[in-house]
T-cell receptor, first 114, second 119 residues
């Protein structure tokens, strides 16, 4: 069966450290993978997109890796700040042609403390 | 840019009533809109995909007569929960893409969500 696994346990990290979140999937072949941030009671906000032939993508303090052999993506936040506290969702994009569809993981809650 | 407005943000209603939720793309034309449902501490579950001017495509297990979706224009989609019951209580979120396709075209812009509570 198809599965997208993100660490269901909250990740607690000290301000200034690097947070690393994991997204593992089975029985999917995504051409792209996206990461979103979701705050409580709000809709997700797009952060980064990475293609299957890209190993790494960066945006400011964010870095995403995508290993299609391991079927895993890692999401890093460097120099983390309390404002980074939120739930982070990975989403697999298996769109084909004009049919768009994302499948979301359950998300990992990140808590950055002073 | 790419702002999606969802209204209302919260609804409390009696069992048996129908509830309409609106999703508008404010600064772009959304050829495709999506409706999700999210339970506490769970993932977003796609309910249906709607394309402007055509019937919505529902995911397996989603009752199309229960959750009516209308995508009448390139900037507006509505979800109507008909004869709502307590088990329909959930967080409903819409999203939109600027154009159908892969990769960057499939970045979804989300509304703020609607918390539905059916008494």
């Amino acid at each position: 069966s198809q599965k997208i696994e993100q660490n269901s346990e909250a990740l607690n990290i000290q301000e200034g450290k690097t947070a690393t979140l994991t997204c593992n999937y089975t029985n999917y072949s995504p051409a792209y993978l996206q990461w979103y941030r979701q705050d409580p009671g709000r809709g997700p906000v797009f952060l980064l997109l990475i293609r299957e032939n890209e190993k790494e993508k960066r945006k400011e303090r964010l870095k995403v890796t995508f290993d299609t052999t391991l079927k895993q993506s890692l999401f890093h936040i460097t120099a983390s700040q309390p404002a980074d506290s939120a739930t982070y969702l990975c989403a697999l994009d298996e769109s084909f042609g004009t049919a768009s569809k994302l499948t979301f993981g359950t998300g990992t809650r990140l808590q950055v403390t002073l | 840019g790419a702002v999606v407005s969802q209204h209302p943000s919260r609804v409390i209603c009696k069992s048996g009533t129908s509830v309409k939720i609106e999703c508008r793309s404010l600064d772009f034309q959304a050829t495709t809109m999506f409706w999700y449902r999210q339970f506490p501490k769970q993932s977003l579950m796609l309910m249906a995909t709607s394309n402007e001017g055509s019937k919505a495509t529902y995911e397996q297990g989603v009752e199309k007569d229960k959750f009516l979706i209308n995508h009448a224009s390139l900037t507006l989609s509505t979800l109507t929960v008909t004869s709502a019951h307590p088990e329909d209580s959930s967080f409903y979120i819409c999203s939109a893409t600027t154009a159908p396709g892969q990769g960057a075209k499939n970045i979804q812009y989300f509304g703020a969500g609607t918390r539905l509570s059916v008494l």
